[in-house]
């Protein structure tokens, strides 16, 4: 059975930064194309940042752009974001998902359930 479980949310200051890790257990991280996608109340499940399987493509929202990192570790099998200079906007649940598809928000992924992430002005 596949669990992923994010962590590292909170409510920080805009500017702020935060550090969302993402643990699993039941498959390989560098087997699946994986991401970290977000959702705010009221709005869709949107892509943030995602690499590919075999980490030689890595592809981000254009808001966060610049300012938000997706890495890897192989060895723990867990999947992280920085995020820097964060903005009220930022405020979402943030999750991370295992695909066999890039970028994609498929209900088909492994998800995690979530962790929140509140930005205050």
């Known amino acids: 059975q596949v669990h992923l479980v994010e962590s590292g949310g909170g409510l920080v200051q805009a500017g702020g930064s935060l550090r969302l890790s993402c643990s699993v257990s039941?498959?390989?991280?560098?087997?699946?194309?994986v991401g970290w996608f977000r959702q705010a109340p009221g709005k869709e499940r949107e892509p943030v940042a995602c690499?590919?399987?075999?980490?030689?493509?890595?592809k981000y929202g254009d808001s966060v752009q610049g300012r938000f990192t997706i890495s890897r570790d192989k060895a723990k099998n867990t999947l992280a974001l920085e995020m820097n200079n964060l903005k009220p906007e930022d405020s979402a649940m943030y999750y991370c998902?295992?695909?066999?598809?890039?970028?994609?928000?498929?209900?088909?992924?492994?998800w995690g359930q979530g962790t929140q992430v509140t930005v205050s002005s």
């Open positions: 039941g498959l390989r991280f560098e087997n699946y194309h």
């Open positions: 690499m590919s399987w075999h980490r030689d493509t890595t």
């Open positions: 998902a295992a695909s066999d598809y890039f970028c994609s928000a498929s209900s088909d992924n492994y």
